[in-house]
């Protein structure tokens, strides 16, 4: 009897304290559940304030990013966009997601600059409940609340395969171009093309650190094709460096006799499905920027207070000079 009484007056305690202090382990915890849903869902009555914490604007590709993720947030009027720049610094990306925290955002999306640096307070915008979406590059562990990205280390596969296949199938001495250290698309697009290229009699005789950029790259092409003139090809881990490469390989004379791989192929005019279509690249590969799926999972857990999976491959695609024309075309509605 007097267990059933104490029992009783739980229940009541939490009718008069209401439904939130009587929530679920993980909810009590501050940290999101681990189904994947938002634990503060309040459903189209609700108006939810987004943080986007962008590791840098000066790729193409994440300036993309960011533009797909306000266009997909204007068909959600219960969400509002605010989007950090991290300027490719490691402190102020978390100096802007701690700051996303005092604004109490109700949703972060981070695509971090490098796995490392950023995980910590990754980890502490989960543990207070804030859903958090890592997008295209990784963090370490799994204090997050859903992962969308394509498969780098499979692209890179892909990347080495097309090389050794259609390139040089009779084998040859390459370079690689590389993106920022530190970042997981850099370790898994060159782990994937380690072992796309494996047993072709390819041998990748110079490698150097482009950090995802046009004019890095650039300049690290000129060094390279100096220092080893028997270079037949550039694998780059991004169009813009693959395309700085390029202007590296023009002003020395030999970018006829050089063959061109990037990753990215943005449809936009100075993106790398044009950039295959006029031949300065032999091949690209469509990596998605994920920002209208970011926000499909944002909708899922604010506004229809539902649950995401732990993690959302995006599909990827091959460009050649065979298919870049059309496929720009139906990129772009037409």
């Not at 695509?111 to 543990?127: F, G, I």
Request: with cysteine.
């Amino acid at each position: 009897m007097i267990r059933r009484r104490h029992a009783i007056a739980a229940v009541l305690a939490c009718a008069v304290a209401g439904v939130a202090a009587c929530g679920t382990t993980s909810e009590n915890s501050g940290k999101a559940p681990a189904t994947g849903t938002a634990a503060d869902c309040k459903g189209t009555s609700g108006k939810y304030v987004i943080g986007m914490s962008q590791a840098n604007v000066a790729e193409p590709y994440r300036q993309r990013m960011d533009d797909d993720i306000i266009a997909a947030a204007k068909s959600v009027p219960q969400f509002s966009v605010t989007v950090a720049d991290a300027q490719q610094d490691n402190a102020k990306q978390v100096a802007d997601v701690e700051n996303f925290l005092t604004q109490q955002i109700n949703l972060l999306i981070i695509s971090p600059n490098e796995a490392t640096p950023l995980t910590a307070v990754v980890k502490k915008a989960y543990d207070k409940g804030i859903p958090v979406v890592v997008l295209d590059r990784k963090v370490d562990g799994d204090a997050y609340t859903t992962f969308i990205g394509a498969d780098n280390t499979d692209i890179g596969r892909q990347a080495g395969k097309f090389m050794a296949e259609k390139v040089l199938p009779g084998g040859g001495k390459i370079a690689e171009i590389r993106g920022l250290a530190g970042s997981t698309p850099a370790k898994e697009r060159s782990a994937g093309f380690a072992t796309g290229i494996a047993g072709s009699g390819i041998e990748i005789v110079a490698t150097a650190d482009g950090d995802w950029l046009r004019e890095k790259g650039q300049a690290q092409a000129d060094a390279l094709l100096k220092a080893h003139p028997e270079i037949q090809a550039i694998y780059a881990h991004n169009d813009p460096m693959a395309e700085g490469a390029y202007i590296a390989a023009k002003a020395a004379g030999v970018d006829t006799k050089i063959k061109f791989i990037g990753i990215d192929g943005l449809p936009i005019p100075s993106g790398g499905i044009k950039a295959v279509e006029a031949g300065r690249l032999s091949a690209t590969f469509v990596y998605p920027t994920g920002g209208k799926e970011a926000i499909d999972a944002a909708r899922t857990l604010l506004v229809d207070c539902g649950q995401v999976p732990k993690t959302k491959t995006l599909d990827t695609l091959l460009i050649t000079p065979d298919n870049a024309t059309a496929e720009y075309a139906k990129a772009n509605g037409s």
